[in-house]
């Protein structure tokens, strides 16, 4: 029997966007084990945080007593959704979708439990039974069960159909049976009767639950979460920079970590709910707190550190807060490895020098940094004891660092009260 209902896990976390057959899906889920599937297309050689809510929703299942399957798209990955976009995919050759296949399995078992005996979970790639289908195959076998009229009431293909300029191609139209065909090898060959998806997956997701009831004469249910946005109405996951990835190279633990300690307040709770899996009562004594003391920012602390540490590792979580403190003078900034200096200081003033010799004396250097906008205003504040240098105060104004005080013997850290800060690099 499972742990616990996890239709009313998802309905508190307000994580239900639509259920197909509601009063089915709670008999079947309630009352056995059940094995649940959600895709994951290769579009990209790494997961983005978009991606974090159904993959954390399947773990929410495994939690509860459930087998989570996740579908890398290596197959659908060579075609392209036509859902939610405005124009056609650039398709990418079989060896890129392969390459970004194996990139995404390693970032999926960072969350999922592949040991967890009876619920352990699968991964999958549909490009094992996609590639071997014939074009024969998919007509006779396939595409006899869908009706044109019935394909283009769909959505993804509605908002398409009527551009003049970019229009729906055959190759994508296509993906909607592609998609019901894995939850049809799914049903027959590991017994899987859900999925899950996004709300933007629903005409998608039906064609499965349709193919199903024609070649199996069975049901089949899906349960979509909503497609998130900001309080500001922003969609969640992109900033200025672009898409906030899961791999630490295209987007740092420290950045990644920033994003979620930058959440507005109005988001903050709701985000526990979403993407973390503390307890209700953990997170009504945070929305308590942040209401108190939101210049603390105890739930966007929370969240931040909880998520960092789900998709990069305790340690790495851990010395990002260190990072973050040490940079304003509450921590040792000679713990913390160049990678993640690197990345916190990134967005700072800085100045790159050939070699410690060539750094002025600490009045020029901090108008050279824009910490001040005089030399003699920079004397005032040094001889105030306002200047740190890697969060040593410095009261001389003719302050050199040395090659031995550099950060892994290549960063100083320049910091002007408690707040404003500056990098000096040597190459």
């Known amino acids: 029997m499972p742990e616990f209902s996890i239709l009313d896990e998802l309905k508190w976390r307000e994580l239900i966007f639509q259920v197909s057959d509601e009063e089915g899906f709670r008999n079947l889920t309630d009352n056995a084990q059940q094995a649940v599937y959600a895709g994951f297309d290769p579009t990209a050689d790494s997961l983005h945080i978009g991606h974090i809510v159904p993959l954390i929703a399947l773990r929410r299942f495994q939690l509860a007593g459930h087998t989570p399957i996740a579908l890398v798209g290596g197959g659908t990955g060579l075609i392209g959704d036509p859902s939610g976009k405005s124009a056609e995919r650039t398709l990418n050759e079989l060896k890129t979708v392969e390459q970004f296949s194996g990139k995404l399995r390693a970032q999926i078992e960072q969350f999922l439990d592949f040991s967890a005996g009876a619920c352990s979970a699968k991964l999958l790639n549909n490009y094992d039974w996609i590639g071997a289908l014939s074009a024969i195959e998919y007509l006779r076998d396939l595409g006899k069960h869908f009706t044109i009229n019935w394909m283009l009431a769909k959505d993804s293909v509605k908002s398409r159909i009527d551009r003049d300029t970019s229009g729906l191609s055959y190759t994508e139209f296509s993906y909607m049976i592609l998609q019901a065909y894995d939850f049809l090898h799914l049903a027959e ?33 899906i349960v979509t979460v909503p497609l998130i946005t900001t309080a500001s109405g922003a969609k969640f996951g992109k900033t200025e920079g672009g898409a906030i990835w899961l791999d630490p190279e295209k987007t740092s633990p420290y950045a990644f970590y920033q994003y979620w300690i930058n959440i507005a307040d109005q988001d903050a709770i709701r985000f526990l709910k979403y993407f973390t899996f503390m307890k209700k009562e953990e997170i009504d004594s945070l929305a308590e707190d942040l209401i108190k003391n939101p210049d603390n920012r105890p739930a966007q602390k929370a969240l931040a550190y909880e998520m960092t540490t789900m998709t990069h590792g305790k340690t790495a979580a851990d010395e990002v807060i260190a990072a973050s403190e040490a940079l304003f003078g509450k921590g040792e900034l000679e713990a913390i490895s160049l990678s993640t200096l690197e990345s916190a200081v990134s967005a700072a003033p800085s100045l790159e ?32 004891g306002g200047v740190y240098a890697n969060n040593i105060r410095i009261a001389d104004i003719k302050y050199r660092p040395e090659a031995s005080q550099l950060l892994h013997g290549k960063l100083m850290i320049i910091r002007k009260g408690k707040k404003h800060y500056a990098i000096v690099k040597v190459k």
Do not use: F
């Not at 590991?190 to 024609?214: F, K, P, V, Y």
């Not at 824009?370 to 920079?378: I, N, P, Y």
């Open 189 to 221: 060959n590991h017994g899987c009767r859900i999925q899950l998806g996004g709300s933007d997956q629903w005409g998608n997701m039906t064609a499965g639950t349709e193919l199903i009831r024609r070649k199996l004469g069975s049901e089949a249910y």
């Open 353 to 384: 020098v050939d070699d410690a010799g060539a750094i002025p004396a600490l009045d020029q250097l901090l108008t050279d940094l824009t910490l001040c906008s005089s030399k003699g205003e920079a004397k005032k504040l040094i001889l105030s």
